[in-house]
Protein backbone atom coordinates (compact mmCIF):
# COMPACT_ATOMS: atom_id res chain seq x y z
CA UNK A 1 0.00 0.00 0.00
CA UNK A 2 1.13 3.63 -1.11
CA UNK A 3 0.69 6.44 1.65
CA UNK A 4 0.99 9.80 0.62
CA UNK A 5 1.55 12.80 3.29
CA UNK A 6 3.29 15.94 3.99
CA UNK A 7 6.86 15.47 4.53
CA UNK A 8 7.89 16.07 7.72
CA UNK A 9 11.61 18.32 9.02
CA UNK A 10 12.48 14.83 10.03
CA UNK A 11 12.32 13.30 6.37
CA UNK A 12 14.56 15.63 4.65
CA UNK A 13 17.80 13.03 4.32
CA UNK A 14 15.54 10.82 2.73
CA UNK A 15 13.69 13.12 0.29
CA UNK A 16 17.45 14.53 -0.17
CA UNK A 17 18.32 10.98 -1.50
CA UNK A 18 15.32 10.42 -3.89
CA UNK A 19 15.80 13.54 -6.03
CA UNK A 20 19.17 12.98 -5.66
CA UNK A 21 18.67 9.73 -7.70
CA UNK A 22 16.28 11.14 -10.00
CA UNK A 23 18.32 14.12 -10.62
CA UNK A 24 21.06 11.43 -11.90
CA UNK A 25 18.72 9.99 -14.20
CA UNK A 26 17.68 13.66 -15.64
CA UNK A 27 21.34 14.33 -15.94
CA UNK A 28 21.59 12.23 -18.82
CA UNK A 29 19.49 14.03 -20.57
CA UNK A 30 19.73 17.31 -20.26
CA UNK A 31 21.72 19.80 -17.71
CA UNK A 32 21.91 23.38 -16.45
CA UNK A 33 23.99 25.45 -18.63
CA UNK A 34 26.67 27.40 -17.46
CA UNK A 35 25.76 29.88 -14.92
CA UNK A 36 27.39 32.88 -17.50
CA UNK A 37 25.03 31.81 -20.42
CA UNK A 38 21.94 31.77 -18.40
CA UNK A 39 22.39 34.40 -16.11
CA UNK A 40 21.95 34.42 -11.88
CA UNK A 41 19.82 32.30 -11.03
CA UNK A 42 16.43 33.29 -9.22
CA UNK A 43 16.22 32.61 -5.48
CA UNK A 44 13.79 29.89 -5.07
CA UNK A 45 10.43 30.10 -3.43
CA UNK A 46 9.93 27.78 -0.74
CA UNK A 47 7.31 25.20 -1.52
CA UNK A 48 5.35 22.64 0.37
CA UNK A 49 6.34 18.82 0.32
CA UNK A 50 4.29 15.64 -0.08
CA UNK A 51 6.38 12.15 0.27
CA UNK A 52 5.01 8.73 -0.41
CA UNK A 53 5.30 6.05 1.52
CA UNK A 54 5.99 1.84 1.17
CA UNK A 55 6.42 -0.22 3.98
CA UNK A 56 7.59 2.98 6.45
CA UNK A 57 10.02 4.03 3.45
CA UNK A 58 9.72 7.37 1.82
CA UNK A 59 10.10 6.22 -1.93
CA UNK A 60 8.66 9.43 -3.54
CA UNK A 61 8.54 12.98 -3.20
CA UNK A 62 6.98 16.14 -5.27
CA UNK A 63 6.81 19.66 -4.21
CA UNK A 64 3.92 22.02 -5.15
CA UNK A 65 2.29 25.64 -3.62
CA UNK A 66 -0.85 26.21 -3.85
CA UNK A 67 -2.35 28.69 -5.92
CA UNK A 68 -5.67 30.62 -6.66
CA UNK A 69 -7.64 28.27 -9.08
CA UNK A 70 -4.20 25.51 -9.29
CA UNK A 71 -1.94 23.44 -7.28
CA UNK A 72 1.21 23.92 -9.48
CA UNK A 73 3.90 21.00 -8.45
CA UNK A 74 7.66 20.42 -9.66
CA UNK A 75 10.51 17.82 -8.45
CA UNK A 76 8.37 14.89 -8.83
CA UNK A 77 11.19 12.19 -7.83
CA UNK A 78 10.44 8.75 -7.47
CA UNK A 79 13.05 6.10 -6.21
CA UNK A 80 14.13 4.49 -8.91
CA UNK A 81 13.66 0.70 -7.44
CA UNK A 82 10.27 1.75 -7.25
CA UNK A 83 9.58 3.06 -10.84
CA UNK A 84 6.73 1.32 -12.21
CA UNK A 85 5.23 0.61 -8.78
CA UNK A 86 2.12 3.16 -9.13
CA UNK A 87 4.16 5.52 -7.08
CA UNK A 88 4.02 8.93 -9.45
CA UNK A 89 0.19 8.04 -9.78
CA UNK A 90 -0.75 7.89 -6.45
CA UNK A 91 1.09 11.55 -5.19
CA UNK A 92 -0.53 13.14 -8.44
CA UNK A 93 -4.15 11.56 -7.20
CA UNK A 94 -2.97 13.06 -3.92
CA UNK A 95 -2.67 16.70 -5.76
CA UNK A 96 -5.67 15.82 -7.24
CA UNK A 97 -7.82 15.02 -4.17
CA UNK A 98 -6.42 18.49 -2.65
CA UNK A 99 -7.13 20.64 -5.79
CA UNK A 100 -10.79 19.51 -5.54
CA UNK A 101 -11.41 19.63 -1.88
CA UNK A 102 -10.14 23.29 -1.88
CA UNK A 103 -11.83 24.59 -5.20
CA UNK A 104 -8.70 24.23 -7.58
CA UNK A 105 -9.63 23.90 -11.12
CA UNK A 106 -6.50 22.30 -12.49
CA UNK A 107 -2.88 20.81 -11.84
CA UNK A 108 -0.02 22.11 -13.30
CA UNK A 109 3.48 21.57 -14.22
CA UNK A 110 6.29 21.60 -16.46
CA UNK A 111 8.59 19.20 -17.86
CA UNK A 112 11.37 18.39 -19.79
CA UNK A 113 10.26 17.41 -23.12
CA UNK A 114 13.30 15.01 -23.83
CA UNK A 115 13.36 13.56 -20.83
CA UNK A 116 10.11 11.62 -22.25
CA UNK A 117 7.93 12.27 -19.22
CA UNK A 118 5.60 14.46 -21.59
CA UNK A 119 3.66 10.84 -22.28
CA UNK A 120 3.88 9.90 -18.68
CA UNK A 121 1.75 12.95 -17.85
CA UNK A 122 -0.31 12.66 -20.59
CA UNK A 123 -0.97 9.08 -19.52
CA UNK A 124 -2.09 10.62 -16.30
CA UNK A 125 -4.84 12.82 -17.49
CA UNK A 126 -2.36 15.59 -18.45
CA UNK A 127 -1.99 18.03 -22.11
CA UNK A 128 0.47 20.12 -23.50
CA UNK A 129 -0.80 23.75 -22.33
CA UNK A 130 2.99 25.50 -23.96
CA UNK A 131 6.42 24.58 -25.37
CA UNK A 132 9.20 26.79 -25.33
CA UNK A 133 12.87 26.69 -25.33
CA UNK A 134 14.21 26.21 -22.23
CA UNK A 135 16.65 29.12 -20.93
CA UNK A 136 17.89 27.53 -17.94
CA UNK A 137 19.17 23.60 -19.66
CA UNK A 138 20.40 22.38 -22.39
CA UNK A 139 21.39 18.48 -23.42
CA UNK A 140 24.32 16.44 -22.63
CA UNK A 141 26.00 17.57 -25.42
CA UNK A 142 25.11 21.78 -25.78
CA UNK A 143 21.66 21.09 -27.94
CA UNK A 144 18.63 23.13 -27.15
CA UNK A 145 15.87 20.96 -24.83
CA UNK A 146 12.23 22.57 -24.48
CA UNK A 147 9.84 22.97 -21.68
CA UNK A 148 6.54 22.00 -22.17
CA UNK A 149 3.62 23.13 -19.52
CA UNK A 150 1.36 20.92 -18.79
CA UNK A 151 -1.92 20.58 -17.43
CA UNK A 152 -4.89 18.84 -15.98
CA UNK A 153 -8.21 19.68 -15.45
CA UNK A 154 -9.84 18.27 -12.11
CA UNK A 155 -13.46 17.78 -11.62
Not at 101 to 110: D, F, I
Not at 137 to 142: L, P, T
Request: hydrophobic fraction near 40%.
Amino acid sequence: MIEVRRSLADDSVEITRIVSLATQILRKTYCLKNVSESGSAKPQEKLASLVAIVNAKIVGVVEYKQDEDHIYFQGLAVDPSYHRQGIARKIIETLESMASESGRKKLKTATIEETGNVLVFERMGFRVASRKPAERFQSKDHAEVHIASMEKDIT
